[in-house]
């Protein structure tokens, strides 16, 4: 059987490094790739997917996996050999419904659609990519259909990205939480808002990245196994254990853009930097589900990057980098800058509390254009309908609009959203029992110095890889199935002592 | 039949796709990866070598040859679809000798091998990659054995870089060529070498590198289509007919490094930015042999950008961008400056008159190597008696020695270097009748402009990619086969004037 075993890891090692592959010629396309590029970039990418696709579907990964399954379940379950073969199977059961001239017509369709968004923002012209995303919605439709036994269209989709949740468990998840926070968000917002003048001085964008290094250091990315550019949405992509990229963007006229943008996306960096070297250039060696990634990245940008402790150590150094902007500025006020509530238009600038109030409206809207109850021309409206009712704010342009987010103009419409929120009640509950694990780990931010923390997330989480679903990790990790007190009880706290609201 | 000519068009568009996805790992390899990419690229980069392989030998390709080839002969000779069958029975012959598991094997040796020279490089340090390059030999051996009815071990890789050449053809050439060379090469050695002091004070990199983009525009390298970056090894690399990339190095104590390198690489990047559209997609969107592809770099960067009509244009708008540097300096004196003729120790460097002594003693040595008659270990000594033979120089250590190409290091041996020579004589023979088809380009050239000779070019030469092997490219292009005395008669004509030979 161990042959067997070799066998398989061989053959799914060929589909890891045509996704390696991939990733490089849409990282390359993202940041590097001149605007003729396009055409060939998307016959490579569509040609790339369904060699890929082609692979993990063969027949003789589908006979491995019938001989290795019942040897599998003998196998301890946490073994990384138990947990291929049981992946694995899922995978190929899931890859096999969809046909490789799809997964080509899909991923061309995808390349296309990304060069056409990119201008369609720069000029706000939501018309200008409207038949594109027209057809991104009919193929992922389709997409979705290859998955009878679902109860909502956008389950199977959820579930590609989100292993286990549903539209029938994520609406009274969201419900709940919306009742828990829309009291805080009504409170805070009575209050005059937060003065963030500070940050919306002029900081030079060399300076800025620079300082960017600098925290991403010390909280742990390696520039040796890694690097760091810049793209229109800021994004980590792996690939491999060792070439672990990320993006950000750059304002200068706001601090805040790249700081945070680093901080997020080397929190996705990290989790996928301590996968376990065993499972490198495997299927398994990758973030478990989109919302255990968004937990690592916004623990890092938020629970961590936006306290006190954090900026008791790097406030100062940040002063010492732009002593004109910031002498004369306190760490309180910088603190409350960075803090600052306000309900706004771009939910990648959104402070936290008003943040998951943008996600469940791209939720609601994609389940909507998926069940065909919203269609793609009525979307800007719905988009600034929605914005108006939920936010109270009206976007200008569709840029700051409908227009603002990546995924639906390069990934598939469904699934694409919920992750956000998922991962902020996640990394809540995670940072509440790595600090019951480790009490030492706040004293040490306080000191620049984040190994507790990190090792934690590691020894509980990164190193795993995709061995696990999510609800597994969650588990394993926190000994307690996924709720919403700790999130809720961490944004109560921070804001009630910002804001003194006693609560 | 139209239908199996579109079948094999698929086919072999998926050949293409992943050759192309190959240049982006590898492009991506040598400018942006981090160095902990190398191991996970080196997967991707075999097990792509592999499927590209496969793809190409498939047995479905050599059905589909079997029944169009007749079909093919019926068609116009230089049709594009004749031209397809003929090239791709030709690829799949020369392929189908190959195991798909030397492919990955060769392929995965390679990316380790690329990796650790760049570090023995740093360090001038032969052995350090001693044992890679001995590999290397024997995997070159391994792949010539793989083609039976050659004369000598190296001609079926000469063979696959410069189709048709062989040993018994260039040595002949090579000792032709050097017996014309030597006189010329000793009347200027006894003269006093031309001063160059005026390249040698410091140019800031990115100032070298504005000017470079001002040459390279004017000579028609279009942005949108290509980008530049800096490798330690300049080299151009196309993914496609309109994304074709280049590379130079810097250095801040030499203005002809970047700025020439810039010329030399824009002179490939236009050739194959010039292939027809038409062809874009396929195995036949590429330049025709190694030599063909050298004559338009050395056109460019020599025959062009080493002339007096050339610097008529640019060196006021040089001296523009470099005031301080270069406001006293004649443009007699800088037109000599980059003309200077010295045994070197760097072929990249040397100048146009000994450049060939460096070909020719790198061809004679890995001819040697695939022979058995001298060991990877004996290199570095042979390699230094060779420069002090034929060029009076040693050098200092491995760096200027036998580890400045990058050619053994990340390709095999054998093949690897005759293509600068041809493409030298090419290049003349080119030029020559591109002057007598349109006698205003030296005009032009006086006025930056290239639109006459970059037109010729893409008439004759650029447009058809691969369609024929390069000695009918030549017979077509220039009426005549390849000969060495437009060559000798450049460069007598050149430096007989810059020395006052008197011929």
Redesign the interface.
Known sequence: MHERIADLKRLL??VA??N??LA??FW?QST??????V???G??L???SR?SHERLTSPDVGRLLDELSPFGQDLPYDSDEASLIRVARRDWERATRIPSAFVAELSAHQAATYEVWTRAKEAADFPMVANHLARTVELSRRLADFFPGYDHIADPLIDESDQGATVATLRPLFSELRTRLVPLVKHVGALEPADDSCLKVHFPASEQLAFCTFVQKRIGY??????RDISPHPFMIS?????V?LTVRVREDDLGEALFAAIHETGHALYELGVSPAL??GILAEGASSGLHESQSRLWENIVGRSRAFWTYFFPRLQGAFPVQLGDVSQETFYRAINKVIPSLVRTEADELTYNLHVMIRFDLECQLLEGSLAVEDLPDAWNARYESDLGVVPPTAREGVLQDVHWFQGVVGGSFQGYTLGNVMGAQIYQSALGGRPEIEREIEQGRFDSLLGWLREHIHQHGSKFPPAEVIQRATGAPLGIEPYVGYLTTKYGELYDLGS
């Open positions: 090692g060929e490094d045509l390696g592959a490089v010629l390359d590097q790739m001149p605007p003729g590029g055409k060939a970039r016959r490579q569509a040609t790339l060699l390696d520039f040796s196994r890694g690097r690939f491999g254990v060792d070439d990229r490198d250039g």
